[in-house]
């Protein structure tokens, strides 16, 4: 998609409002999502690993078996959206996900851990892929890469403000009687339920039942919409079993979800080991650092990769998508995290996994903004759940076989040549898929994803 005329004036009036009133509060949610889902991350190297006499693969079996939950639930709690609408299913989710969280706060085994993790991920099915659902309903394509880089900001600084933040309260060992890692679980747990309840109340399903928007506002986004999923779908949207059909037979959502996968299970490794990643400088350097240095070293870095998302978005939605806007990223990140391992001090080290974390957070919205430009309505939920549930199996690999390639190789090395090698693996698909060859010319839903320049 190439380079769009000047908007007009209801286009950024209705765009803007849509930026202001929807996407910040929807990025909170994710930031309290991707908090509560990683914060096993920092309790394990800060007691929890101790307290529960966990082996590296035993943890990364905790780390993972979060998303055999969700994959189990995902696609139909994302067509469950799609019918109930997105305020009653998100809020829902949102508060069901709380009060499990909470529960890890009185853990005592690795056998509650495991099952509270699996309920975490049945609890949190359907969220990430519902919220990308709900604001690609709001915005039309050629504004959807801002939009969702502005709520994607959330998962890198989530790290960047929840590691001082959970390093913060894992320091406070003793209070109620609880260790640290303990009082962090109680903490991050509450906003869960807090925020879920109002969004209840303040999440809109459609543009058309927005107050704040003017009758212009509400006309042009409905008008623009209305065209796009008819331009998708020829007039006729698919239903039910149709729509998964449709999905699941699509061979363009199975080499994204593909895609997907490889930039997911970069990610987690690094969420879920870099924490014991960083403790291990003791061993390795022979540096020691407190609860919360160690905290700030695993958010230094997020807050480049938060910088470098926003940037490299806004790149791709005023010059047009291109290939290398994912592929490139995906090249970069498979090259540099195992070459993180054979630095040869600490800062060395988290400069290059700071390269990887850049890499991965610019490409992830602008992937998000391609499913939307050739499915819509149920089929479209069907399908970027499709998409995130190769992702939840990339987080479910990434933490056990991490875990289980340190256990059997005595380091981390192996491990990060495997995220590297999906990492490339991803760089190669989004090429093909770029290059494959329209079935019908003449439709326009069949026409290249993107522009491969």
């Given amino acids: 998609m190439g380079a769009t005329t000047s908007p007009s004036a209801v286009e950024r009036s209705a765009i803007r409002k849509v930026s202001i009133r929807l996407v910040p509060f929807v990025a909170l949610m994710f930031f309290i999502n991707y908090l509560d889902r990683t914060a096993v991350s920092f309790a394990e190297p800060?007691?929890?690993?101790?307290?529960?006499?966990?082996?590296?693969?035993?943890?990364?079996?905790?780390?993972?078996?979060f998303f055999i939950g969700y994959i189990i639930l995902e696609v139909p709690s994302n067509m469950a959206l799609h019918r109930f609408g997105a305020r009653r299913w998100l809020a829902r989710i949102m508060v069901t996900w709380g009060i499990v969280s909470l529960l890890f706060t009185w853990v005592q085994n690795s056998e509650q851990l495991y099952g509270l993790r699996f309920l975490l991920g049945v609890a949190e099915a359907g969220f990430f892929p519902g919220a990308i659902l709900f604001l690609s309903q709001w915005v039309p394509t050629r504004h959807r890469t801002k939009v969702l880089a502005l709520f994607y900001l959330a998962q890198p600084l989530t790290t960047v403000i929840g590691a001082p933040f959970a390093g913060w309260?894992?320091?406070?060992?003793?209070?109620?009687?609880?260790?640290?890692?303990?009082?962090?679980?109680?903490?991050?747990?509450?906003?869960?339920?807090?925020?879920?309840?109002?969004?209840?109340?303040?999440?809109?399903?459609?543009p058309a039942d927005a107050k704040w928007l003017t009758t212009a506002e509400k006309e042009w986004l409905t008008t623009e919409?209305?065209?796009?999923?008819?331009?998708?779908?020829?007039?006729k949207e698919s239903h039910g079993r149709e729509a998964l059909k449709e999905a699941f037979r699509s061979g363009r959502v199975w080499v994204l979800a593909m895609v997907y996968f490889g930039f997911i299970y970069g990610l987690y490794a690094l969420a879920f080991f870099l924490p014991t990643i960083i403790a291990g400088f003791q061993d390795s350097f022979g540096t020691s650092f407190?609860?919360?240095?160690k905290a700030l070293i695993t958010a230094i870095p997020y807050l480049?990769?938060?910088?470098?998302?926003?940037?490299?978005?806004?790149?791709?939605?005023r010059n047009g998508t291109r290939t290398w806007h994912v592929a490139g990223p995906a090249v970069v990140g498979g090259i540099s995290i195992p070459l993180a391992l054979y630095m040869g001090s600490p800062a060395a080290t988290i400069a290059v996994i700071t390269v990887t974390a850049c890499s991965i957070f610019a490409a992830l919205p602008v992937?998000?903004?391609?499913?939307?430009?050739?499915?819509?309505?149920?089929?479209?939920?069907?399908?970027?759940?499709?998409?995130n549930t190769m992702g939840n199996i990339?987080?479910?690999?990434a933490g056990y076989v991490t875990?289980?390639?340190?256990?059997?190789?005595?380091?981390?090395?192996?491990?990060?040549?495997v995220v590297g090698g999906f990492m490339l693996l991803s760089a190669a698909l989004m090429v093909i898929l770029s290059r494959r060859r329209p079935a019908d010319p003449s439709n326009p839903a069949d026409q290249p994803l993107l522009e491969v320049h």
């Fill in 46 to 65: 800060n007691g929890m690993g101790h307290d529960l006499a966990l082996t590296a693969a035993q943890f990364g079996f905790a780390s993972g078996v």
């Fill in 169 to 206: 309260l894992i320091g406070h060992h003793g209070l109620f009687g609880l260790e640290g890692w303990r009082v962090m679980f109680l903490f991050v747990s509450i906003p869960a339920i807090a925020i879920g309840i109002i969004a209840w109340f303040y999440l809109i399903d459609r």
């Fill in 394 to 397: 990339a987080g479910f690999a």
């Fill in 367 to 387: 992937f998000w903004s391609i499913p939307s430009r050739f499915l819509t309505g149920a089929a479209a939920a069907a399908g970027i759940a499709l998409i």
């Fill in 290 to 293: 407190s609860v919360m240095d």
């Fill in 403 to 417: 875990g289980w390639l340190k256990d059997f190789s005595g380091s981390y090395t192996l491990s990060m040549f």
């Fill in 225 to 235: 919409l209305a065209a796009e999923n008819a331009t998708k779908t020829g007039n």
């Fill in 304 to 317: 480049p990769a938060a910088v470098v998302l926003f940037f490299w978005s806004r790149h791709a939605t």
